[in-house]
């Protein structure tokens, strides 16, 4: 598994930043800005975990892409006022529907947390528009995580069974950014949890915000 990088200068930390904005634009991303998240937090009656690790990127730079009704979030963890990446906390890249996270995958502060974030961007964008339609209803499908590299298109009739692999027809340079992952995460089960004995899940540790008012989430 990559070890996690070293404390870089502030000057690493900017370089590397403006190259993640500038290649996240380039995606169709935009920035999440302040007056947009406190419009939401209003609008939904937004409550923030109960947890210590939010303080870390409380002010994180994030970005967000829509398409069909899913949102691509990014959380970079680079906080603007003190013009450096944090130290602690992993960068999230997230697809969710109406406020509700339905994938999600994290990225430690290694030497190549920028690209992996990125590519982990395009990936999910490049399935959000090459979205499969429903070969009985002719609607797009919907998407379902049922672990952190397995996940289907499943038909928004719920009686039908039949699903589409969400990896399917990826194309060859993004299926070698999700097998490099996949050999990561291997290494980590089998080699480095049972050795270090971790029981808990990373993944667990982003925790999810309430939705007071989930009637006012957009559809």
């Keep these: 598994m990559a070890k996690k990088k070293e404390p870089r200068s502030g000057d690493f930390d900017r370089t590397h930043f403006r190259t993640m904005t500038r290649r996240l634009k380039s995606f169709g991303f935009e920035q999440v800005t302040r007056n947009t998240l ?3 937090a209003l609008r939904l009656g937004l409550v923030p ?5 939010i303080k870390d990127t409380r002010n ?3 970005f967000q892409k829509e398409k069909d009704g899913y949102k691509i ?3 970079t963890t680079y906080d603007p ?3 450096r990446f944090t130290e602690l906390g992993c960068g999230w890249v997230l697809i969710v529907q109406d406020e509700k996270r339905l994938y999600a995958r994290f990225f430690y502060r290694t030497a ?14 490049n399935r959000l528009e090459n979205r499969p339609l429903c070969s009985v209803t002719g609607k797009l499908m919907v998407l379902h995580q049922t672990s ?11 009686d039908i069974i039949e699903g589409v692999d969400f990896y399917d027809k990826t194309p060859k340079n993004l299926s070698l950014h999700i097998q490099r992952l996949k050999r990561q995460k291997r290494y980590y089960e089998n080699v480095d949890r049972p050795r270090k004995k971790i029981t808990k ?4 540790d982003r925790k999810t915000w309430t939705v007071r008012r989930p009637e006012n989430a957009i559809h």
């Design 60 to 62: 994180q730079v994030s």
């Design 201 to 204: 899940r990373k993944r667990d």
């Design 38 to 40: 406190e419009r939401d």
């Design 148 to 158: 952190d590299f397995t996940a289907l298109w499943k038909s928004p009739k719920e």
């Design 49 to 53: 975990p109960s947890t210590e690790r």
């Design 81 to 83: 006022k003190k013009k």
């Design 112 to 125: 190549s947390f920028t690209s992996n974030m990125l590519k982990e961007a395009e990936f999910l964008s």
């Design 73 to 75: 979030v990014v959380h």
